[in-house]
């Protein structure tokens, strides 16, 4: 697909059905961060979800194949999650664009020249370095020991690889399989 592809009415639509799809999603997901943070594994709780809770972004931007559209996919959904009154709120807005900008630069770190495998890959290494500096400071991440702060890494890391990158990719298959994309 050419670089100067410009944006058509149909990618408007696509993105914000997108972003509905997965801000309901997002949503219901809290419930299921707020059941795991009920037990045991509150500590791990936000880094098991959080591949979940990016999921937007990368399919935005393998399906339209556009500069911007991973972060406005991730950002207009984070959106809609506040809008349907999320517990986060606001905050929302600023970590859906985070999540956002680091599903962008996946692809932006190959020159948006590959926006299958390859982009998805660096998607999820720039997602776990970038969310995971922001809880580090946000979230309250600095008051953990060094142990506990890799085992939240690397959890964090598998969280993203497995939904950002791998059921990204099969569902991007699926899409062109079937001829949607």
Avoid at 75 to 90: D, I, K, Q, R, V
Avoid at 149 to 156: H, V
Avoid at 163 to 175: A, E, H, Q, S, W
Wanted: aromatic share 18%; glycine share 10%; hydrophobic share 55%.
């Amino acid at each position: 697909m050419s670089q100067k592809h410009r944006w058509k009415l149909k990618d408007i639509i696509f993105l914000a059905l997108l972003a509905c799809f997965f801000g309901l999603i997002y949503q219901g997901a809290s419930y299921l961060y707020y059941a795991l943070a009920a037990t045991p594994l509150k500590p791990y709780a936000n880094d098991l979800m959080l591949g979940l809770w990016l999921m937007a972004g990368p399919l935005a931007g393998v399906c339209l194949r556009q500069k911007g559209a991973a972060f406005l996919g991730e950002f207009l959904a984070a959106t809609t999650e506040m809008l349907l009154f999320s517990s986060w709120g606001a905050a929302n807005l600023i970590t859906g664009s985070l999540q956002g900008l680091a599903s962008e630069l996946g692809f932006a770190t190959t020159r948006y020249k590959n926006w299958g495998a390859r982009g998805l890959a660096y998607g999820v290494i720039w997602a776990t370095f970038l969310t995971f500096a922001w809880d580090y400071f946000y979230s309250g991440y600095r008051a953990y020991s060094l142990p506990m702060l890799l085992s939240l890494l690397g959890l964090r890391f598998l969280s993203l690889a497995f939904f950002d990158g791998l059921l990204i990719y099969l569902i991007k298959r699926l899409l062109s399989k079937a001829q949607v994309f």
